[in-house]
């Protein structure tokens, strides 16, 4: 293994190479958990920066390379006795995928996005420099523009290649009360004053239909009474957790204590609920304790986001994270049940971020007009077949969004006209940041998140034969194709599932 120093010159080697000839570059690190379709480009190989380089107990920080993925990072913090605050909920997803992009959890309304727990990154910047951005204070510190402007942009700024994250003390265990409720107004008014306790370490909701919600609030403990075991969801023969959310009781609360890494990625198992529509697309599989136990492998989210990129079923298929203010969330529900009727939806509170960003935020009445908390909603589901029909969809919901004031979290499709997507987001600020640090060679975030249709309408033109394996059943099966040849469907079956504690070590 190259140590550190040597990969980041040979990457600022390639790099200085792009910016001399003033070619564009995107950054290949090997994964994705973006479902928007691959752009055929130049690129930057940045997959050997994926060591963890150092766990500091006693700083309680660890400093990594950006490909990192959640499980991995939490299995060495949990050696030491820590957590990241924010943990998404994705084993696969990097630590320079949740600094470049927008990454929230349930633990969000207290610690902010993702990219808010890290105290520092290196960058390789579209010249080849390579720059550190540490940022102490608002007033005193290194490069804070880069720093703030670069979480978020999903690298148009530079190539991050070292991170250094705040970590905060590990239990053994997530004190999970599940609180149901009868209706969306009562569940997000309950969600919002979980936020405002502090005992809570985490916060979410799940809308199982508009008449049937349910709370659920965490707390790091060490404690297991003597009368509880022990809840898992990594187990093949475990159940998924929303299922075991929405059998919980109608008209009481109840408690589970769950080992703290199977809480941090309970929804792995199923992908929330998508991995239901990954069986129901063949329409003979059941859906059934048998059949998830039957296809488990595949239904873990690394193997399902390969499959859905190799099928080209990101095209048949909501896939949205969805933020906006409180007072509008209710209302959206309400047009995306009558658009389409999709349910379950994630309710996850976000932290109040400020402006300019491209994190989604908003900004209240006031007349300091104030960054306020934000309701994130999980909008996951099918949608209509027909390419024409299906972007049109989009469209729609993205101008409804508009309306009330919500952003879109960027990793999914996006539909919006140039001019629409810089009415969101400052653009002269952005534009700044990229002269100050030469980075105007780079693709703007526009460039990355649009979706190119007329690409996707050629795919209609290709002789009968080839058409086929975009066509059901036929998509499904090339989809288990890119699954199983995938090296994340390797790397599933040789690790497993690990259940760690705190200061074991393997």
Known sequence: MAPHEEVVADISAAVKAFFSRKQSFRIFHGSTNSTRPAHDDRIVDICALSNILRVDRQSETATVEPNVPMDQLVQATLAHGMIPPIVMEFPGITVGGGYAGTAGESSSFKHGYFSQTVKSVEMVLAT???????????????????????????????ITTKLELSLIPAKRFVKLIYRPYSSTHDTMKALQQATEHPDNDYAEGIM??????????????????????????????????????????????STDYIPVAEYLFRYDRGGFWVGKQVLDYFGFVPFNRFTRWLFDDFLHTRTMYRALHGSKMSFETMVHDLSLPYDTAEEFIDYTTQQFGIWPLWLCPLHAVAPPTFHPYTTGSDQDGSPQPMLNIGLWGTASKDLDKFVRQNRRLEARLT?????????????????????????SWYEALRQRYSATTLPTVYDKVKVDVNRQLQTQQLPWIQRLGFLWPFAGFVGIWYAIRSKDYLLHRRLGWMRWKPGERE
């Not at 804070?144 to 978020?152: C, I, P, T």
């Open 403 to 427: 309306e009330l004031g919500g952003r879109k979290v960027l990793y999914s499709h996006t539909y919006y006209t140039e001019e629409e997507f810089w009415q969101l987001y400052d653009k």
């Open 128 to 158: 080849g420099e390579v720059r550190v951005s540490l940022v102490i204070t608002a007033s005193n510190s290194d490069n804070a523009d880069l720093f703030n402007g670069a979480a978020g942009a999903l690298g148009t700024l530079g």
């Open 208 to 253: 199982f239909s508009s008449t049937h919600g349910v709370l659920m609030t965490g707390r790091l403990t060490d404690d297991l009474p003597p009368s509880a075991s022990p809840q898992n969801f990594g187990g093949p023969w475990d159940p998924w957790f929303y299922l075991h959310a929405m059998e919980k009781p109608r008209t009481k609360e």
